[in-house]
């Protein structure tokens, strides 16, 4: 799991390593999969996607209730990448009193800025699809469209952090 150089150790390899040797100190580490059809959840609580947030809580319940952890904030650590990197500032701030210590890499930030782009091709986007059957039934479309990824960046995003679910959304840009 997690390799990002083929035939290189996983991440679990690596723990093993460097706990054997001294190097870290032994830890529970839990890699929750909180990617949706759409992208990464923002680990938010969402109509649109689902309650991220709540997820991550009732898994850490779960983890302290079956293993011998260390509730204080000093020992828990949480951490992600792009959407997960937004998560991982998201919860430390909403639970400084659970997570105590906080990584971003390269999380989803500036949105305003990094978003413009896509938000001028969102018209075109919007006509290019049949909003119709998308309304009926928001999973029947591809989630691979013969469109720029680029473009479904911004409907992706909205459908995590909108209040209302997807379908609705949509139909406002008819």
């Known amino acids: 799991m997690m390799n990002h150089t083929p035939w290189g150790e996983t991440i679990q390899?690596?723990?093993?390593?460097?706990?054997?040797?001294?190097?870290?100190?032994?830890?529970?580490?839990?890699?929750?999969?909180?990617?949706?059809?759409?992208?990464?959840?923002?680990?938010?609580?969402?109509?649109?996607?689902?309650?991220?947030?709540?997820?991550?809580?009732?898994?850490?319940?779960?983890?302290?209730?079956?293993y011998s952890t260390k509730t204080d904030p000093a020992f828990r650590a949480i951490t992600g990448k792009s959407s997960g990197g937004f998560g991982a500032l998201y919860l430390g701030m909403e639970r400084p009193d659970m997570f105590g210590i906080v990584a971003d890499h390269s999380g989803d930030k500036f949105f305003e800025t990094c978003y413009y782009p896509d938000l001028l091709k969102l018209p075109g986007l919007l006509e290019s699809l049949d909003i119709d059957s998308i309304i009926r039934d928001p999973y029947s479309y591809p989630v691979k469209m013969p469109i720029s990824s680029s473009s479904l960046t911004l409907p992706r995003c909205l459908a995590a952090i909108h209040p209302t679910p997807m379908p609705h959304w949509v139909s406002i840009g008819r």
């Open 13 to 66: 390899q690596q723990l093993d390593r460097l706990i054997s040797s001294g190097v870290c100190s032994p830890l529970i580490m839990v890699l929750p999969d909180c990617f949706t059809r759409l992208g990464g959840s923002q680990y938010i609580n969402s109509e649109g996607t689902g309650n991220y947030f709540d997820y991550i809580m009732e898994i850490v319940s779960f983890v302290d209730s079956t």
